[in-house]
């Protein structure tokens, strides 16, 4: 992560995506040149062409919650927090664009 602190990558991410069902391909490339990793529920996107191609056209490097039951946002946020230092390992030392797994329990995996 590549902002000052937390509320200014916040900040910035609802500015990109200054409304919900904005398409991918407007909004990722500016996530790829910022350095940002973006955390999602879709684990389908390594098997949905045109988000994939958005993804890697973008050079984007992002994380995929993989576990079948959707979670609450503070689930999510907790979940993130837990796994924060793995998350920042696999995307420091993969080469961009990237998809990696996240499950609840278990280890990271590279989707794509």
Known sequence: MRCR?????MDLSRELRSEAGTPD???LPEIGRRGWY??????????????LQALLQAEVGAFVFTH?????????VELVLRRWAE?????????????VGIPKRGALRRLR
């Open 87 to 99: 998350i920042a390992s696999w995307g420091d030392r993969l080469e961009r664009p990237f998809v």
């Open 38 to 51: 973006p955390v999602t529920h879709d684990k389908r996107i390594p098997r949905k062409a045109l988000e």
């Open 25 to 27: 391909e407007a909004w």
């Open 68 to 76: 079948r039951r959707r979670l609450t946002r503070w689930e999510w």
């Open 5 to 9: 602190d937390r509320t200014e990558c």
